[in-house]
Nanobody, 121 residues
Framework: QVRLVESGGGLVQPGGSLRLSCAASGSIFAIYNMGWYRQAPGKQRELVATITSGGSTNYTDSVKGRFTISRDNAKNTVYLQMDRLKPEDTAVYYC???????????????WGQGTQVTVSS
């Protein structure tokens, strides 16, 4: 069984920074894309950033220049460094990973449980 466990959320003032982490564990054969999504109250879940196994990144326009996604393949961990945070960044942030478990023929999509990020003065 695969688990994605997020950490690092919390309350921060506008202009502040937070770093989210997400560690994948279990019977993992290979991890391909990893990413972060977020869901604000009353809104649909949206893509924030993704990173491939080779390190190529993609960001939604609203976070470009403020957020940085990175990963440590040896630790099966993805990070999201969030700088110059704004109140509109307030949401539950979810980790996402496309991976293949040991013995599996297909790639599956897995989600973490979510971590709350609140940007408020």
């Amino acid at each position: 069984q695969v688990r994605l466990v997020e950490s690092g959320g919390g309350l921060v003032q506008p202009g502040g920074s937070l770093r989210l982490s997400c560690a994948a564990s279990g019977s993992i054969f290979a991890i391909y894309n990893m990413g972060w999504y977020r869901q604000a109250p009353g809104k649909q879940r949206e893509l924030v950033a993704t990173i491939t196994s080779g390190g190529s990144t993609n960001y939604t326009d609203s976070v470009k220049g403020r957020f940085t996604i990175s990963r440590d393949n040896a630790k099966n961990t993805v990070y999201l460094q969030m700088d110059r945070l704004k109140p509109e960044d307030t949401a539950v942030y979810y980790c996402n990973s496309k991976l293949r478990t040991s013995g599996a023929l297909r790639v599956g999509v897995y989600w973490g449980q979510g971590t709350q990020v609140t940007v408020s003065s």
